[in-house]
């Protein structure tokens, strides 16, 4: 624990017990010093036994080191959990020697009739009292009536909009929108009140008339822009598709990409970097970030990490576009832009995370394009899950994306497929698993979460918008 400044020191009253919860000490900085004191004593010889006399006392001092790291309990101790049934007489039972296994056992040990024990799934990750500052009732605006309420989702049914103003579309509603709201219209004049923001929206408008359907990423690799002054932009010149091939994308107004069999290769292709014990190397062998992990979570054993500042519209007046302080050694026009590898794929290089978001065109390798443009000139019909594509074709990209990866690692370790034998066509192993199979992959990678570096425009950029 000392060795790592992150970590809290933890105090089990109980440390056999694994349901003992533990205390947590802080850890703080200081100067003192370890000192041994020896205290002796020397009795004075009586000439008249009838007096009592006063032992004669040293005491003698010597300094050990410097303290310069101490641990403090600060905090209340938490629930104590115990294996114990309260009886019909109310008498305590102990049930750790039923339900602790400490040796190997037999079967008549699993089958026992045991009464019903479950212990907490988490305990509190508090252990200092707070306010708790309840959110003041919602103030909608004029004729805002609550939605039907769901079995789906019961959380965040009646909260305010974000004043970001976007539009969201799905695959299958019949218009499209032409022009913005008008509040984000008014947002974004609100804070474009320097020369280098008129600058970004000019810079924005000629990429939308070079490429009607943007992602996010794509966009920042392009244009340097403050990622708050993104945010007012974005629904100021584009909708947000929300589901079908250009779901997560940001789409001009006006154009509609299911009328145009040309915006095939703007869609967008949900890759991810496959690993496990049936493709040769496990997650620990990639040079790849992992992504949001549910390891990350915050335990109240680790110190608390301060929250970013939160940006205000006084903030984005004060040319946080231009001339933040934040950036100041990097110049204005690449200070905020990200790396082109956050939205196009090459040959011979990593992604640089385990998922990411694909359009079509950004795919720069020729036999790629070969499966995207199978069917040009063909097209009759644009499907959800397809788009103008001929079927399949996502599965077909994803099976030679990572093949290529595959090979990759092969060069870079040759030692982790030194025992790995390969297939007739070097397939096998990477099939993409479809349908049922789908279900299993999932599970495989369900610790391939996006992380914020990665900004998965599915799950984080709808939540800033509604």
Not at 92 to 119: A, C, G, H, R
Not at 358 to 365: A, E, F, K, S
């Amino acid at each position: 624990i000392y060795a790592d400044p992150a970590k809290r020191l933890e105090l089990y009253f109980r440390p056999k017990d694994p349901y003992c919860h533990p205390v947590c000490a802080n850890r703080f900085p200081t100067s003192t010093m370890l000192l041994r004191v020896t205290r002796r004593s020397k009795k004075k010889q009586q000439l008249d036994p009838k007096e009592q006399s006063q032992p004669e006392v040293q005491f003698e001092m010597e300094i050990l080191g410097i303290v310069t790291t101490v641990y403090k309990f600060q905090g209340m101790s938490d629930f104590q959990y115990l294996a114990m049934h309260s009886g019909p007489d109310g008498k305590q039972t102990s049930m750790y020697d039923k339900v602790l296994m400490l040796k190997p056992e037999k079967e008549e040990f699993f089958n026992k009739d045991l009464p019903l024990y479950i212990p907490p799934p988490i305990f509190s990750r508090l252990d200092t009292p707070v306010d708790y500052f309840y959110r003041p009732d919602i103030q909608h605006r004029s004729g805002y009536n609550n939605p039907q309420v769901s079995g789906e989702n019961l959380i965040g049914l009646s909260r305010a909009r974000r004043p970001h103003n976007a539009i969201f579309v799905n695959f299958d509603d019949e218009e499209i929108p032409t022009k913005p709201l008008d509040a984000a219209v008014q947002n974004w004049k609100k804070v474009c009140t320097n020369p280098v923001d008129k600058k970004v929206e000019e810079e924005l408008r000629k990429l939308f008339e070079v490429r009607p359907v943007w992602s996010r990423n794509a966009v920042k690799a392009n244009i340097s822009v403050h990622p708050d002054k993104l945010k007012v932009l974005l629904p100021y010149l584009a909708y947000y598709m929300l589901t079908g091939p250009w779901r997560s994308l940001w789409v001009r107004f006006g154009y509609d990409p299911r009328k145009h069999p040309e915006a095939k290769i703007y869609q967008v292709l949900d890759f991810r970097i496959r690993c496990g014990m049936k493709y040769g190397y496990a997650a620990t062998d990639m040079p790849v970030k992992a992504k949001r992990s549910t390891y990350n979570y915050s335990l109240p054993i680790t110190v608390k990490k301060q929250g970013s500042h939160t940006v205000s519209v006084h903030d984005l007046k004060q040319g946080l576009g231009s001339a933040g302080t934040s950036g100041a050694k990097k110049p204005p026009s690449s200070r905020y832009k990200l790396k082109e590898s956050v939205y196009i794929f090459r040959e011979g290089a990593l992604p640089p995370y385990r998922q990411m978001f694909y359009q079509l065109c950004d795919l720069n390798v020729e036999s790629l394009q070969k499966i995207i443009h199978r069917n040009d000139g063909t097209e009759s019909e644009c499907t959800e899950r397809d788009g103008w594509c001929l079927a399949k074709t996502s599965d077909d990209l994803r099976d030679s994306m990572s093949l290529m990866i595959k090979q990759i690692i092969r060069s870079t370790r040759p030692a982790l497929f030194s025992n790995t034998t390969s297939s007739e066509d070097g397939k096998e192993q990477l099939a993409y698993e479809s349908g049922e199979d789908e279900d299993d992959e999932e599970e495989e990678e369900e610790d391939f979460k996006p992380s914020d570096g990665s900004e998965n425009e599915m799950e984080t950029e709808i939540l800033e918008y509604v």
